[in-house]
């Protein structure tokens, strides 16, 4: 099973509440895959410190990959030459955002902070999760995401599934919400 993709909020009408809402996450998309962290096309990511200190973790997690620079997360384009470059001990975090199974987001989510507490591994965390009903709400925790360096937030509907490619607006399984993209 590959990565799904979100579909975009073009206008709130599309938008379908309640919804779990997490930040944009500016880092290289990847899952684990055979033992491997594999990109969003499923080739296996280059850097051998990555592959090291992720090994062990079970399939199917999904997120991105982010470098932390002087104690900030770095520009992607900094993120994407660390896990490109085969011999970089770069600083990094896998940022968990789903996981590829069968079942609704709340149990997915349930299944990646239980792997994050029986793993232990300290370049894993979960993405923060909240569930919003209402425009307002949304609006708000964009905003804030947004002051604070995000690009945007994540939705999931709370009846949404996981599946391999593009989700769709109607689905509600996954959409990038940002004021930047919405007429």
């Known amino acids: 099973m590959g990565p799904m993709f979100p579909a975009t909020v073009d206008k709130l009408e599309s938008v379908r509440l309640p919804c779990y809402l997490t930040p944009i996450i500016d880092g290289v998309r990847c899952m684990i895959k055979e033992g491997k962290v594999v990109d969003d096309t499923l080739q296996p990511l280059p850097n ?3 592959q090291e200190s992720l090994a062990g973790l079970p399939d199917n ?3 991105h990959i982010i470098i932390k620079l002087d104690n900030k ?3 992607f384009e900094d993120t994407y030459r660390a896990v490109q470059d085969v011999e970089a001990e770069p ?3 896998f940022v968990l955002s789903d996981v590829a199974m069968p079942g609704l987001y709340l149990q997915r989510y349930q299944v990646l902070c239980d792997t994050v507490e029986m793993y232990k591994n300290p370049h894993t965390k979960v993405a923060a999760t909240i569930m919003i009903d ?4 949304l609006f708000r925790a964009e905003a804030t995401y947004v002051k604070a360096g995000y690009k945007g937030v994540m939705l999931r509907g709370t009846n949404s599934r996981y599946k391999t490619g593009k989700a769709t607006l109607k689905q509600g399984w996954l959409s990038r919400f940002s004021r930047f993209d919405t007429v």
């Open 61 to 63: 997690l999904d997120g």
């Open 73 to 75: 997360v770095a520009p």
């Open 91 to 93: 600083e990094f975090l």
């Open 48 to 50: 051998k410190h990555i």
């Open 134 to 137: 209402s425009i307002p709400l």
